[in-house]
């Protein structure tokens, strides 16, 4: 085990992809000889030569639709769209290419070696055009995978198995994390399954649940109501298509209480659709109604980025409201 930050895990997990097939090549604005815009791909293109480690323009669209074409002719590309806010030019080649590809031949083609790393989130005072959470708009997709890690030991085994899945996955990096989340990561290859989510501690009076940076947060209220009496559950979602509904209903079964939070707006939020599976399937057993704390439904705002953020505190007063609804 080695403590690193999320950023170095990252770029461990390529290390060892690209170490293991010469099929696995990295493309994207920046990730050759600069090592991408936060360093994630730091010198790789020294190690594995600028055939296997490029740069592109600075076309989205262009960057997933020949990352697809790679991945159709038997390459295994780690695309990177060098922040998520700027995903939405490649919108059509990752919904009707990428994911449609299998589907639409009868299995007879496939760009499922295909994966997309893409920095998301806010809490770096990078305003309303990086700090952008779209994981929702993703999940509604089928044909696709959207993984994304909370600590620098998932951060490698979740990108390892993203790249050796049979699937295109979108595997979103909680930008807020890169150097400030630091961990015990093992050395050598190991995955994490895909579409698991993790109990990270149990309890008897609600449920929280968060991904990305937002574990931190709802771990910081935990703590807070803890001193109030109130026993909570938490869990890391870890991947949001698929999501692990049977743990999340089978967890709010038991403490009768939920509360989700999310960085991006809260209009169709994806806790909104966490919120329906489990009215649907807990309705019985539930003791309060299901609170989302999210942000705001505005664009992101540079000047008012922390009344923006559903913080601990926020997260804390809301989980006081649902227990003693």
């Keep these: 085990m080695t403590a690193m930050n999320m950023l170095q895990a990252v770029n461990q997990a390529l290390i060892i992809a690209m170490k293991e097939s010469e099929n696995v090549m990295v493309l994207g604005e920046d990730v050759g000889h600069f090592g991408g815009v936060f360093r994630a791909t730091s010198n790789l293109q020294q190690t594995f030569g600028k055939a296997r480690c490029f740069n592109t323009p600075i076309t989205e669209q262009g960057i997933i639709g020949f990352a697809t074409g790679l991945a159709a002719q038997g390459a295994t590309p780690v695309a990177e769209i060098q922040f998520a806010d700027y995903i939405f030019p490649a919108f059509d080649q990752i919904i009707n290419e990428a994911a449609k590809f299998r589907y639409r031949s009868g299995g007879q083609f496939s760009c499922g070696s295909l994966t997309i790393r893409t920095p998301y989130g806010g809490g770096i005072a990078g305003g309303h ?27 490698k085994g979740l990108l390892l198995a993203s790249i050796r899945d049979d699937n295109p996955v979108l595997f979103m990096e909680p930008k807020r994390l890169y150097r400030a989340s630091v ?15 993790k109990r990270i501690k149990k309890g008897t009076d609600i449920t929280l649940v968060a991904w990305g940076a937002q574990v931190e947060i709802i771990e910081k209220a935990a703590a807070m109501a803890e001193e109030q009496g109130i026993s909570c559950e938490i869990i890391d979602l870890v991947s949001i298509l698929p999501w692990d509904a ?14 989700i939070n999310h960085e991006a707006p809260e209009t169709a939020g994806f806790a909104a659709e966490i919120t329906t599976k489990v009215q649907q399937e807990c309705f019985l057993n539930l003791e309060s109604p299901i609170c989302r704390v999210c942000g705001l439904d505005t664009p992101f705002p540079l000047a008012h980025e922390k009344e923006y953020m559903p913080d601990h505190l926020k997260t804390f007063e809301a989980i006081l409201r649902t227990v003693n609804f």
């Design 129 to 155: 055009y990086h700090s952008q959470s779209p994981e929702a708009f993703f999940a509604h997709i089928p044909g696709i995978k959207v993984v994304i890690p909370s600590n620098p030991y998932q951060a």
């Design 183 to 197: 961990g015990e990561v093992p050395e050598g290859d190991y995955q994490l399954e895909l579409g698991k989510a």
């Design 246 to 259: 049977e743990q999340i209903c089978g967890s709010v079964c038991n403490t009768g209480r939920l509360l």
